[in-house]
């Protein structure tokens, strides 16, 4: 398996923050990939939503109106 490749960045922080991360030796870069992992996937989420927004309106009307075919056959 391989190592991601990794590029260099160059980022401002608040001088405060900054310090304080240090001094709790946090791993900027970890951290760093962490968020903006989750920043991308929670984007990748809200586009896929708008985009199916409308899909997804006309399946609730759908199944408001024609129920599924599981309504009151299961345990509740």
């Given at each position: 398996?391989?190592?991601?490749?990794?590029?260099?960045?160059?980022?401002?922080?608040?001088?405060g923050?900054?310090?304080?991360?240090?001094?709790?030796?946090?791993?900027l870069?970890?951290?760093?990939?962490?968020?903006?992992?989750?920043?991308?996937?929670?984007?990748?989420?809200?586009r896929w939503?708008?985009?199916?927004?409308r899909?997804i309106?006309?399946?609730?009307?759908?199944?408001?109106?024609?129920?599924?075919?599981f309504?009151?056959?299961?345990?509740?």
């Amino acid at each position: 398996m391989h190592a991601p490749q990794k590029r260099p960045v160059n980022l401002s922080v608040s001088a405060g923050i900054l310090a304080a991360a240090r001094e709790a030796r946090v791993n900027l870069s970890a951290l760093l990939e962490r968020a903006l992992a989750g920043e991308v996937a929670r984007l990748k989420r809200e586009r896929w939503r708008q985009e199916s927004a409308r899909a997804i309106s006309a399946y609730n009307e759908y199944l408001a109106s024609h129920r599924t075919c599981f309504e009151g056959q299961l345990d509740e």
